[in-house]
């Protein structure tokens, strides 16, 4: 009998077809048809029926740097506006590893359980660093980024603190057109963002943890300050005592503050996010301090001198634009940098002499 190794054909290293391999490139991915480009008219009809795909590209368009892409928000935007502004807002802020997001999970969740929509929305001045950080991780809110009631975005990234943060209180305009009804603002609790926040929210909420004795410590006297309510959270487990000890701690702290504007003391509460103790608990105190803001005046007031401040928020920023890319600009920018560096002017002469060269030109 002929053997198959016996024909000449047949070479030791030969070898054998294994199995298919798909493409690199997936076929069908190609053949999907481009995202569909809408008229504004589309798009706010889209937004006010509540659909959430729509909401999210038009979200898009406001963080594009494209001017055509900004020019179809802005007309967005403008048109959104009158169905705007019915929502409550919150602040979240927090050291990184606080439990933020864990805390937003659960609010959120039981918030949905009692009927309401749910926007989240952050402000990450880092994320163009650490491409972002917050509310970018996909593990993260997994109950509510499947939450048909609820919309969730990451933190625009580029740009000034100042740009990022238009862009998200830009965001609230189209969600509460949207029909959401509670809208959270994500940030760290580091820098200058809280700041940003602070001046988009009706309610600002600092999540502390407790640390290893000296509460009061890390914490900058601004943000405890700028909030409406200190929640202590990882109160379970054998973290609860020092949980009440850090709450005592920020009471007896808050007690030297002066009255805020609002007219209303902040209450610290301590909760767990992850096993959902004084969850609601919580809710209930923002709820009952926001009933609170809106009978004494101070919620309407605060809203009022919030749009003030961003009308100027966008002037600066307009301004500030147009003089860093005025064509004329470029060159005498470069050779006044020069000479800053090389000590032959003070900044403020150069600044002075940069301006008079902007205003003249
Ligand atoms: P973020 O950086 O502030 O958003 O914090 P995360 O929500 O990512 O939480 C940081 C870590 O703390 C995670 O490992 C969470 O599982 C944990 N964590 C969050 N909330 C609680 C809580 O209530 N109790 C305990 N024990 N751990 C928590």
Known sequence: MK??????????LTVNKGIDQPPIINPYSTKRSPRKQYSVEEYVQGILAGNNVILSQAVTLIESLRPDHQETAHEIIERCLPYAGRSVRWGITGVPGAGKSTSIEAFGMELIRQGRKLAVLAIDPSSERSKGSILGDK?????LSVEPKAFVRPSPTGGSL????????????????????TIFVETVGV?????AVHSMVDFFLLIQ??????????????I????????????????????????????SALKLFPMPDSGVRPQVLCYSAQQLSGV????????????????????????TQQSIYWMR???????????????????MLREKEQEVLSNKKTPFSAARELLDFYYNS
């Open 280 to 303: 609601a608990e919580v809710i209930e105190m923002v709820n009952k301090h926001i009933e609170l803001f809106k009978t004494n005046g101070s919620f309407e007031q605060r809203r």
């Open 3 to 12: 053997h198959p190794e016996n024909d000449a054909r047949y070479r030791g």
């Open 162 to 181: 100042g740009g990022v943060a238009r862009k998200t209180r830009e965001s609230i305009v189209l969600c509460e057109a949207a029909g959401f009804d």
């Open 224 to 251: 405890m300050e700028m909030s409406d309510g200190i929640v202590i959270n990882k109160a379970d487990g054998n973290n609860i005592d020092r949980a009440n000890l850090a709450a005592a701690q920020y009471r």
């Open 191 to 195: 820098g200058q963002s809280e700041t």
């Open 139 to 143: 593990t993260r809110m997994e109950a």
């Open 313 to 331: 928020q966008s002037i600066d920023e307009s301004l500030r634009n147009h003089f860093y890319h005025k064509p004329e600009m470029a060159a």
């Open 209 to 222: 943890i407790a640390g290893a004795g000296d509460e009061l410590q890390g914490i900058k006297r601004g």
